[in-house]
Nanobody, 127 residues
């Protein structure tokens, strides 16, 4: 089994920044892609961004493009989501996820195709 633990969430004013971390432990895979999703109250979970297994390819939702940046440190089995210029509409629970045994540079955006999920971390942006 794989455990994913997010950290770094909190309360921030509009225009501020936060950095989320997601550490993976447990069963390891030869390669895996990592993604970030978010879910606001009363809404479906939505794709935020993802990074390929090598770290060479990233893809972002239009709503966060230019403001959010994903990176990963494979030596630490950790991925990061740097969030800048935060807006009140970014308020949500943020989840990290893994697609196991992925060997391509393709970045997946669909929720059901991710194999493991973290418990989520709350991000609240005040106006």
């Amino acid at each position: 089994q794989v455990q994913l633990v997010e950290s770094g969430g909190g309360l921030v004013q509009a225009g501020g920044s936060l950095r989320l971390s997601c550490a993976a432990s447990g069963r390891t895979f030869s390669s895996y892609a990592m993604g970030w999703f978010r879910q606001a109250p009363g809404k479906e979970r939505e794709f935020v961004g993802a990074i390929s297994w090598s770290g060479g390819n990233t893809y972002y939702a239009d709503s966060v493009k230019g403001r959010f940046t994903i990176s990963r440190d494979n030596a630490k089995n950790t991925q990061y989501l740097q969030m800048n210029s935060l807006k009140p509409e970014d308020t949500a629970v943020y989840y990290c996820a893994i697609r196991a045994n992925v060997h391509s540079e393709y970045v997946e955006t669909r929720v059901p195709l991710y194999d493991y999920w973290g418990q989520g971390t709350q991000v609240t942006v005040s106006s």
